[in-house]
């Protein structure tokens, strides 16, 4: 395929779920019903719902296939051992522990490990990471390089940790007093960039010095080994599959939402190499979530989970998942959309401060074009900004976030290039209108999480 421009949907579709088709006068009044905020919108009222990539994805007949398969026993089920030979197979670990979602992995690894005077460190936590660990008592680093933190110039590979201020961080924390290093790949809190292989055995060296924990949070593995493939010298002829293989032999142990790049819509495990701490953790997910041999899983998710973590690593997915999420990027860039470059694995961000420079921040400019962008075209898409993580001084004043981002993040093999195209179209009247638009105020706000649940008015 490499001599074409058009990359094809390596995929034919069997089954079709349909998009009601709205007018703009409808969609005028569901924002009005939904104060402004998509996240109070149902799901049916949405033509284009880039929210999340999380749980999103289109199974394969394959999978489908497997989940009549799904052996529903309570222990020992086939399903079960199907999940953990795919898993083995990849990580390598000896212990593997199956989840309802990644954060129920967390809960249980990062309980255990964390606490009082205990500290994480990370390229960049992912909120549920974080608030597992700050809820057993124990504090979270983000130690992202520099480059990472800059969202024009092109690095490639923003994902990656600060090497020297992890190694003075363990020496000025103790050693002892480090839960883990954990690094995130592809890095999803810092726009989905992906972590290099020499980074990831940078990591694997201080924490061996240090006889420190290292776990991988590996919800997008398969697509950080696709930037490794094409940017990284030295892995050009490896599959991608051996690339993350090489990734998981460095760490002590991985935690996985199984909603990313297993291909599902639910599920996640924990994968461990050492004994005790595996012994601990299984205890607490019989307590917590469910027997050994399914954590929270069905059989039949578990049967989708094995064959999806296959799927995940076909070259022709992942060029096309990668390529049709850098078009995207490039395309709206080309078209002067202010955005995060270069664009990372799952999704891309808009710059919603430099595009409509006239909205201060205290009226949200990425929630006014999370609202421009569902009136315009029934696109549905998340505010990573003030709205999400502003906070207020003593004095009720906003301190605002530093950057006011708004998230288009793209489901695993659901949308087809016309799809696409039609975004493109929409933003393109996105531009023309750019002068136009006012900004949003807060009515109705909750104490946490407030961009779930937040209801606005306009300016
Ligand atoms: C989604 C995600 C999680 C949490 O997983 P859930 O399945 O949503 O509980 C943890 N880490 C990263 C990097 C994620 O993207």
Redesign the pocket.
């Known amino acids: 395929m490499e001599n074409f421009k058009t990359i094809i949907e390596p995929f034919k579709i069997k089954m079709v779920e349909p998009i009601k088709v709205t007018s703009r006068e409808d969609r005028k009044l569901f924002l009005e019903q939904a104060h402004y905020n998509p996240f109070l919108l149902d799901s049916d009222k949405v033509m284009i719902d880039f929210l999340t990539d999380?749980g999103t994805s289109a199974m394969s007949s394959e999978q489908w296939a497997g989940i009549m398969k799904g052996d529903e026993s309570y222990a020992g089920a086939s399903s079960w051992y199907n999940m953990r030979d795919a898993i083995f197979d990849l990580t390598g670990h000896e212990f593997i522990l199956p989840t309802h979602?990644?954060?129920a992995a967390?809960r249980i690894l990062y309980g255990y490990l964390g606490g009082k005077n205990k500290t994480f460190i990370s390229n960049t936590h992912?909120d549920?990471?974080r608030a597992n660990i700050e809820f057993s008592g124990a504090e979270a680093i983000d130690i992202v390089i520099e480059e990472g933190k800059n969202t024009r110039d092109f690095y490639p590979f923003k994902g990656n940790i600060d090497l020297t201020k992890l190694e003075t961080l363990i020496q000025e924390k103790g050693a002892e007093n480090i839960g883990g290093v954990i690094l995130?790949v592809t890095n999803?809190s810092g726009g989905g960039q992906p972590v290099s292989m020499e980074n990831a055995k940078g990591v694997a060296a201080i924490c061996k010095k240090y006889n420190v924990n290292y776990f991988l949070?590996c919800?997008r593995v398969a697509e950080n080994s696709y930037f490794i493939k094409h940017r990284e010298k030295g892995y050009e002829n490896k599959t991608y599959k051996e690339i993350a293989q090489e990734m998981f032999s460095l760490v002590d142990g991985a935690i996985m939402?199984a909603?990313?790049d297993a291909l599902v819509n639910m599920g996640?495990f924990l994968s461990l190499k050492n004994k005790e701490i595996a012994d601990a953790c299984k205890n607490l997910l019989i307590i917590t979530e469910g027997f050994a041999t399914y954590g929270g899983l069905s059989g039949r998710d578990m049967e989708a989970i094995a064959i999806g973590l296959r799927e995940v690593f076909d070259a022709d997915y992942l060029h096309y998942r990668i390529r049709s999420t850098a078009f995207l990027g490039e395309r709206l860039r080309e078209i002067g959309i202010p955005l995060m470059w270069p664009i990372g694995g799952h999704a891309v961000y808009i710059d919603a401060k430099e595009l409509y420079p006239q909205i201060p921040v205290n009226e949200y400019p990425g929630q006014a074009l999370v609202c421009e962008l569902y009136l315009k075209g029934g696109i549905r898409t998340v505010e990573i900004g003030s709205v999400m993580f502003g906070k207020y001084d003593d004095n009720g004043m906003l301190i605002p976030a530093p950057m006011e981002l708004v998230r288009l993040a793209i489901p695993r093999r659901v949308y087809t290039q016309s799809h696409i195209e039609y975004v493109i179209e929409v933003f393109e009247k996105i531009i023309t209108d750019r002068n136009n638009v006012k900004g949003l105020t807060i009515i109705e706000e909750p104490k946490f999480l407030r961009h779930f649940t937040s209801k606005f008015s306009r300016k």
Request: glycine share 12%; with cysteine.
């Open positions: 999380s979602q990644g954060r967390e992912f549920t990471t995130t999803n949070d919800c939402s909603k990313k996640g």
